[in-house]
């Protein structure tokens, strides 16, 4: 098959694949949609600044954290953030300064409570980890940095199927957990799948946002074309988010993100750790154990919608693919945000391959460890 005139990277040959009669150039998308329709990122920003305010945090006495928050996310949503700036857990964390007098409930909205910027709050609250641990053992101070341990290093996979593929899948198991999992997890659908869509599944800390960004903005922390890009994808792909931290961050992160109130995409659902399983794997010639995100999950609970051929699980780490390599994305990840200058393009070169390959009745025979590759 000639995939010149395309340029979409392909895993196999024509004749190999399941998918020969709708696997042709002409059902390539020729014209992916116009990214430039879109509103410009300043205009999103001033949007996002316009609809949140400027808070000052203190803790223990000199510890400052200046957040810009969303007016209309939940008390419950601000100490989500403050949990893992100081590591106090959210539950025992008391606010003080948003309500005279009082503290305010979870459910309460900043713009219900009528905070305005420049309202100055104490948080009073020890972290979990100086209530069980000696002083000395003190963390948990990274910046909406995902809970669980990092497993092993992903720096040496640098992309290419073949590569990846090194790593194999030891656990005899997993079927068992992700049955589990399936039966246990609760899923809240945000907005209903739509028929026809394929699906992105999209990991968060250092693929959408700088989780370490200590800029306290946090239209700094997103990656540049964040919105675009998803506003670009979503007339042909369903949106799951899906991090590797408890479902009080997720929704917080998304939430104060401004992606569960952008005018021009809906995201379906969230996934949280709950829906991740462990596996026991050799990786780069050691076994190791590491969790992953088996998306036989969401297609055993979406069976009419998602499928291994119209899904794409876009992540900074591969080992997250394991148990789906095919499908696996790896996008390079977005770091220092508040030190560099803003000029990752990822996401608008993401889009573009994403619209381009949209049209494919399947998306099965794609390699997609190669989509740097593709040019528009
Ligand atoms: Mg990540």
């Given at each position: 098959m000639d995939t010149s005139s395309s340029n979409v990277p392909v895993k196999r040959s024509h004749s190999e694949s399941s998918c020969n009669e709708a696997?042709?150039?002409?059902?390539?998308?020729?014209?992916?949609?116009?990214?430039?329709?879109?509103?410009e990122t300043a205009e999103v920003e001033d949007e996002m600044v316009r609809e949140s305010v400027l808070i000052d945090v203190v803790w223990r006495g000199s510890e400052q954290y200046p957040l810009r928050i969303p007016k209309y996310a939940t008390i419950l949503s601000v100490k989500a953030l403050l949990e893992e700036l100081t590591g106090v857990d959210a539950e025992s964390q008391k606010l003080l300064g948003l309500v005279r007098g009082q503290l305010p409930r979870d459910s309460d909205t900043l713009v219900g409570l009528g905070v305005s910027s420049g309202t100055r709050v104490r948080l009073v609250g020890t972290p979990l980890c100086d209530r069980l641990q000696p002083r000395e053992g003190l963390s948990g101070s990274g910046l909406w940095e995902s809970e669980m341990p990092p497993g092993?290093?992903?720096?040496?996979?640098?992309?290419g199927l073949a590569r990846m593929a090194?790593?194999?899948?030891?656990?005899?198991?997993w079927q068992m957990q992700l049955q589990r999992i399936v039966e246990d997890t609760e899923i809240r659908v945000l907005n209903a799948p739509r028929a026809g869509r394929k699906l992105v599944v999209l990991d968060l800390d250092y693929t959408l946002f700088d989780c370490k960004n200590v800029s306290g903005n946090v239209t700094d922390m997103a990656r540049p074309g964040l919105h675009e890009f998803l506003a670009a994808i979503y007339p042909v792909y369903d949106l799951i988010v899906w991090s590797q931290t408890r479902w009080h961050i997720v929704e917080s992160k998304i939430t104060l993100l401004g992606m569960l109130t952008h005018p021009h995409y809906k995201i379906t659902t969230a996934l949280d750790i709950s829906s991740m399983l462990t596996i026991h794997a050799l990786r780069n010639g050691r076994e190791v154990d590491h969790q992953v995100k088996p998306l036989e999950f969401i297609w055993t609970r979406f069976p009419d919608h998602y499928c291994r051929q119209n899904t794409i699980h876009i992540d900074?780490?591969?080992?997250?693919?394991?148990?789906?390599w095919q499908n696996g994305l790896k996008i390079r990840a977005f770091k220092r945000a508040d030190t560099q200058?803003?000029?990752?393009t990822e996401l608008y070169k993401l889009a573009r391959y994403l619209l381009h390959i949209s049209a494919l009745p399947s998306l099965e025979a794609l390699d997609h460890s190669q989509w740097h590759s593709y040019k528009n």
């Amino acid at each position: 098959m000639d995939t010149s005139s395309s340029n979409v990277p392909v895993k196999r040959s024509h004749s190999e694949s399941s998918c020969n009669e709708a696997y042709t150039t002409e059902n390539l998308i020729q014209q992916p949609a116009a990214l430039d329709s879109l509103p410009e990122t300043a205009e999103v920003e001033d949007e996002m600044v316009r609809e949140s305010v400027l808070i000052d945090v203190v803790w223990r006495g000199s510890e400052q954290y200046p957040l810009r928050i969303p007016k209309y996310a939940t008390i419950l949503s601000v100490k989500a953030l403050l949990e893992e700036l100081t590591g106090v857990d959210a539950e025992s964390q008391k606010l003080l300064g948003l309500v005279r007098g009082q503290l305010p409930r979870d459910s309460d909205t900043l713009v219900g409570l009528g905070v305005s910027s420049g309202t100055r709050v104490r948080l009073v609250g020890t972290p979990l980890c100086d209530r069980l641990q000696p002083r000395e053992g003190l963390s948990g101070s990274g910046l909406w940095e995902s809970e669980m341990p990092p497993g092993p290093s992903d720096d040496a996979i640098s992309g290419g199927l073949a590569r990846m593929a090194r790593s194999q899948v030891l656990s005899t198991d997993w079927q068992m957990q992700l049955q589990r999992i399936v039966e246990d997890t609760e899923i809240r659908v945000l907005n209903a799948p739509r028929a026809g869509r394929k699906l992105v599944v999209l990991d968060l800390d250092y693929t959408l946002f700088d989780c370490k960004n200590v800029s306290g903005n946090v239209t700094d922390m997103a990656r540049p074309g964040l919105h675009e890009f998803l506003a670009a994808i979503y007339p042909v792909y369903d949106l799951i988010v899906w991090s590797q931290t408890r479902w009080h961050i997720v929704e917080s992160k998304i939430t104060l993100l401004g992606m569960l109130t952008h005018p021009h995409y809906k995201i379906t659902t969230a996934l949280d750790i709950s829906s991740m399983l462990t596996i026991h794997a050799l990786r780069n010639g050691r076994e190791v154990d590491h969790q992953v995100k088996p998306l036989e999950f969401i297609w055993t609970r979406f069976p009419d919608h998602y499928c291994r051929q119209n899904t794409i699980h876009i992540d900074d780490l591969s080992r997250n693919f394991a148990l789906n390599w095919q499908n696996g994305l790896k996008i390079r990840a977005f770091k220092r945000a508040d030190t560099q200058p803003r000029t990752d393009t990822e996401l608008y070169k993401l889009a573009r391959y994403l619209l381009h390959i949209s049209a494919l009745p399947s998306l099965e025979a794609l390699d997609h460890s190669q989509w740097h590759s593709y040019k528009n």
